[in-house]
């Protein structure tokens, strides 16, 4: 009679154990290839090499294959084993994979995994210009935003707009506007920078309204209108002897700034339409007891408006 071979439950149990563990192993197993990288379109764009910047250039597994070089004005770089090779214009990637194809191709290393370090721009300072305290070039290495790059100029003055340019040194016929804000999480405000970038911040629209107010100021236009009686207001309004029916709007024109009456003491009265401001408008509201004021020339006027206070609304 054959013997039969008899397997306990014990057996049994781990022998499910072991196979259960080989499915799950076979399953979760990791790719050995890298992940991609998907690219965000909010990233800025990569700096480009350029004639002047310093590189490092090294080979994995070949320590002894790392060289410093400056990359000519012709745009060349001269390596060990290659001779000058042409990488202005690229990417840090690109002019990896060119170098790697190169000393493949000559059979100096078989596949090799090439890097590329800019250790030393030419042009490594952003120039900061526009309504700043301190316009001019500012180094500002590693990761730096548009903020940051504004605050090293000491900031806005208060004449300027809430439109910011920034162009990139590698793309620069494709400049990107974007919308000054000081409020946390705004990320366009935090765009950021790389050397020889270039920021200019706008001048924003002002009205002036001077003459016998209570406060004469300068209004700076945000993106809603301004009307006659918004700016008087916020000059805190006319003083007692001010000639209402003698308001003047000096406007700029293509050759020469404009005089237009404006009848104050009617829109006072809601018996004339409110008349919309335009930027650099300087609306003058003379006084009524001295007549030569009331008089005053163009010239005076507009030199009255020089250096007034500015005031922005929220």
Not at 37 to 65: N, R
């Amino acid at each position: 009679m054959r013997k039969t071979k008899r397997i306990s439950i014990f057996h049994v149990i781990l022998l499910a154990l072991a196979s259960d563990a080989l499915g799950q192993s076979t399953q979760t197993e990791p790719s050995s290839s890298p992940p991609l990288k998907v690219s965000d379109a909010s990233d800025p764009p990569e700096a480009l090499v350029s004639s002047g910047d310093l590189l490092t250039v090294s080979v994995y597994g070949a320590p002894e294959y790392r060289y410093e070089v400056r990359v000519s004005s012709a745009g060349d770089a001269s390596l060990p084993m290659i001779g000058a090779i042409k990488l202005a214009g690229l990417s840090t990637l690109q002019a990896e994979s060119v170098i790697a194809r190169t000393l493949d191709q000559r059979g100096f290393f078989n596949d090799p995994q090439v890097s590329v370090f800019v250790k030393e721009y030419a042009t490594e300072g952003i120039s900061v210009l526009g309504e700043v305290q301190k316009p001019g070039i500012y180094p500002l290495m590693g990761h730096r935003t548009l903020l940051d790059a504004i605050s090293a100029a000491g900031g806005t003055t208060p004449k300027a707009g809430k439109s910011v340019t920034i162009t990139h040194r590698s793309q620069p016929e494709n400049p990107q506007t974007v919308e000054l804000s000081y409020e946390e999480g705004q990320s366009t405000s935090n765009a950021m920078m790389r050397p020889g970038d270039t920021v200019m911040v706008s001048k924003a629209g002002i009205v002036y309204v001077i003459g016998d107010l209570k406060e004469p100021t300068g209004i700076v236009m945000e993106k809603s209108q301004l009307t006659v009686l918004q700016a008087v207001a916020m000059a805190h309004g006319t003083n007692s002897t001010a000639a209402l029916g003698s308001a003047k709007l000096i406007r700029k024109a293509s050759i020469d700034p404009q005089e237009i009456p404006i009848p104050l003491d009617k829109i006072l009265a809601a018996k004339s339409s409110d008349l919309v401001l335009q930027p650099d408008d300087i609306l003058f509201v003379p006084t009524n007891t001295a007549k030569v004021v009331a008089r005053r020339g163009l010239e005076a006027i507009l030199q009255a408006a020089t250096g007034i206070a500015i005031y922005r609304r929220n």
